[in-house]
């Protein structure tokens, strides 16, 4: 029936059929909704537009920037996994690495290697080399430790891979692991025996050893030492028979810390000759002022080291009456509350091994007041007197 | 008895018995602890490539068990000769030559320690240090071991490998080795070659804790090695440093006062006090003559002694019982103690010791060993 229709269409029929089919589109056309265009990219940015657009653009999307429908289009096409073979997809996040890469952008580079490894593709040699110019990204980032985590990772798919030798060794430099870097430059070495970088890290390495072995030894030494002079202190305060507060039943230096900053550092130390230096504070509660002692030597007699202090009138002393002769020391002991009168004519040590004298916060301190002044009786009032 | 080996010799070819050949093997092994058995067994080339070729017998007790007769072969000197004619042997004889390989015996026992998963390896280190042993012989077996295409870079690569071999094999007797070969030239300019990294990685093993054959062995290469002049002032470069590596051993925790330990290289500054010197006086005594050795040279002797080098012979000599360390100790210190204008040669090695001041020298070691 067919056949017989269109042997049977003459020249006019056909023409006639074309007029009609013409005329009827027309119509269909003029039946639309008449409506402006809208669709398109306006006048004033077009220019944004066709940068948006992924034929146009001149510049790949940003991480993070919301992509053109065109774009997420053609990107389901290469990253789809309905799409691509695993090994395709690790080839594509590799290309957009390298693509990265080769414009110094690591960061980018880093999360397109990353998204490749994710795939498990199963192809040594593309895991490795993934893993491998990921490694190169974050090196060229300074990401040291994980550039050699990945050069390991890279080896792992590929033990003889020499880029990753090399960097593995440069990374493990890098973060200190000297011993480590050793091990890759030999691994290097083995195959290429004279290569002259990888022979001058190994040096450098060694020499970094020494180095660095030396100063652990020296540290060590030290700290023996200081321990060992710590432990003297503690047998000589033990010799003395002298009270430190918190130190009863077992004596640590934490007991000997003084607690106020004008002191910090001036713990009770031994001299060379065997003498205990205390940091000692003189309190004068009139004034509510105190003097802070760095050096007390334990044989030197109370009074003469007050004589000192007190020579020229401290500048609080404006009556002049704190003379040295005229003043009463006392020490006070903190669990009792009492106050005990201190015999300036002693030495420090003689005061300190006194029964009732508690040092507290590592540093002896006295209580000195003018003999018979309203100023000492009133404190006294606060205090039994032993 | 020679009667008794012979006939012994056909059970070890029973293929298609183990047991037999190993209970073979084991008498044979016992006979070999006796030295008039071994001068037999050294005799009877047959027995000696059938224990060549149990050598790779898939039977790991049976394998052993022929290294292990191997081992006491090649201690003896006749015995080394007769392992290395099999050379000459295989050869000539079309058949032999189908079983084994160029280079064989040498082959064989280096394949073994070569491969990291062999448990021969350790008794083939053996075989092979005892080989290298006699100084007549070391020639043919440098001759051997570059025939199989064999190179020492990969003799050195496995013996300062941490842990190469997989099968607890530690090739300690790798360093004895290393110390026959350096007896040739030609190994000593391998080990020295300044564009290759070979003396660099063997010095920290003058250290090494847990063999002392394998340190034993080290420190003698490396005084093989101090008897090359040329490269002396290469060898106390930074390049190479080696003089801390020489001294540390011979140092214990003597604590020095600032200005010596200043002067001191780097690795001898502050040394713990668990630090104790060489237990074995012969290789206290080669670690003194290596540094002998590098004094040859004026220009060497002062970088030497600007290391401080003296204190520490100085303690070790306080210390020191053994007469032949002792000697060792006071001629290096002669050297150094002395100033150049005193001692007016640049090398040491240029003067002449008259006949009858060398008579004297020859009885004073003679009484000192």
Redesign the interface.
């Known amino acids: 029936m067919a056949n017989q229709n269109k042997k049977t269409m003459s020249d006019a029929e056909r023409l006639e059929l074309a007029a009609k089919l013409d005329q009827d589109l027309e119509d269909f056309i003029n039946g639309l909704e008449k409506k402006p265009y809208s669709e398109g990219w306006p006048e004033d940015r077009w220019e944004e537009e066709m940068e948006k657009h992924p034929f146009f653009m001149k510049k790949a999307p940003e991480a993070g920037e919301k992509l053109h429908p065109l774009m997420e289009g053609l990107q389901q096409l290469k990253y789809d996994p309905n799409e691509n073979t695993p090994e395709d997809l690790a080839a594509a996040y590799k290309e957009d690495g390298n693509f990265n890469f080769k414009h110094k952008n690591y960061r980018l580079a880093i999360i397109a290697y990353t998204e490749g490894i994710k795939v498990k593709c199963g192809n040594n040699e593309m895991e490795a080399s993934l893993h491998n110019n990921r490694s190169a990204a974050n090196y060229f980032l300074k990401n040291y430790r994980s550039a050699l985590r990945d050069a390991e990772l890279a080896l792992k798919f590929k033990p003889d891979y020499d880029k990753a030798i090399t960097r593995a060794a440069i990374c493990s430099f890098e973060i200190n692991q000297y011993e480590k870097a050793i091990e890759y430059?030999?691994c290097f070495?083995?195959k290429k025996?004279?290569d002259v970088q990888a022979?001058q890290l190994?040096?450098r390495c060694?020499?970094a050893i020494?180095?660095k072995?030396?100063d652990l030894?020296?540290k060590?030494?030290l700290e023996?030492k200081n321990n060992k002079v710590e432990e003297e202190l503690l047998k000589q305060l033990l010799i003395r028979g002298i009270n430190i507060e918190g130190g009863k039943d077992s004596l640590k230096l934490e007991c000997l810390e003084p607690h106020v900053p004008e002191l910090a550092n001036h713990r009770v130390c031994l001299t060379e000759s065997g003498i205990l230096q205390w940091p000692v504070i003189f309190m004068y509660p009139e004034y509510k002022v105190m003097d802070f002692i760095q050096c007390f030597q334990e044989d030197e007699i109370f009074g003469d080291r007050m004589h000192q202090v007190l020579e020229s009138y401290p500048e609080w002393d404006t009556e002049k009456k704190y003379m040295p002769n005229k003043t009463n020391v006392y020490f006070e002991n903190h669990s009792t509350s009492k106050l005990y009168k201190v015999d300036v004519n002693k030495t420090l040590l003689d005061i300190l091994k006194h029964d009732e004298y508690i040092i507290r916060g590592g540093t002896p301190s006295f209580i000195i007041l003018v003999q018979d002044s309203p100023a000492e009786r009133s404190f006294l009032k606060q205090y039994n007197i032993a | 008895m020679e009667k008794q080996i012979q006939e012994i010799i056909p059970f070890l070819s029973q293929d298609d018995r183990p047991d037999i050949q190993f209970i073979t093997l084991q008498n044979i092994l016992a006979l070999s602890g006796n030295a008039e058995c071994l001068k037999l067994m050294n005799q009877q080339e047959e027995l000696l490539i059938t224990l060549l070729s149990l050598l790779k017998h898939s039977n790991v007790n049976i394998a052993k068990n022929s290294a292990l007769i191997l081992v006491n072969i090649s201690a003896d000197i006749n015995g080394a000769d007769a392992l290395l004619k099999l050379n000459n042997s295989i050869n000539k004889n079309d058949l032999l030559k189908e079983r084994f390989h160029v280079g064989d015996p040498i082959w064989s026992i280096l394949k073994s320690i070569l491969d990291s998963e062999n448990v021969l390896a350790d008794p083939c280190c053996m075989v092979l240090s005892n080989l290298t042993r006699p100084k007549q012989f070391l020639e043919l077996v440098l001759d051997l071991i570059e025939k199989c295409e064999i190179t020492y870079?990969q003799i050195v690569?496995v013996f300062?490998?941490n842990k190469y071999n997989q099968k607890g094999q530690n090739l300690y007797y790798l360093g004895p080795v290393l110390s026959n070969l350096s007896q040739s030239a030609r190994v000593r300019k391998y080990i020295l070659n300044k564009?290759?990294?070979v003396v660099?990685?063997l010095l920290p093993f003058t250290e090494f804790e847990d063999s002392v054959i394998k340190r034993g062995g080290v420190i003698g290469t490396l005084r093989n090695c101090c008897f090359e002049t040329e490269y002396h002032e290469w060898l106390l470069s930074?390049?190479v440093?080696i003089l801390?590596r020489l001294l540390l051993p011979l140092a214990d925790n003597t604590?020095f006062d600032e200005e010596d330990n200043d002067k001191l290289?780097?690795?001898l500054?502050?040394?713990?006090?668990d630090k104790t010197r060489e237990g074995d006086p012969d290789i206290r005594c080669m670690l003194l003559e290596a540094i002998t050795q590098l004094c040859a040279l004026r220009k060497n002797r002062e970088s030497i002694r600007s290391k401080n080098t003296y204190v520490i012979l100085r303690e070790l000599h306080k210390w020191e019982k053994d007469k032949k360390s002792l000697l060792a100790c006071e001629n290096l210190v002669d050297i150094l103690i002395r100033t150049e204008e005193e001692i007016g040669e640049d090398n040491l090695k240029d003067v002449e010791v008259p006949p009858d001041l060398q008579e004297k020298f020859d009885q004073v070691i003679l009484e000192n060993s």
């Open positions: 430059c030999d070495l083995n025996p004279d022979l190994r040096q060694v020499n020494k180095i072995e030396r030894r020296k060590k030494q023996t | 870079e690569n300062t490998k564009d290759k990294c660099q990685r930074d390049e440093d801390p604590e290289p780097s690795e500054q502050f040394l713990p006090d």
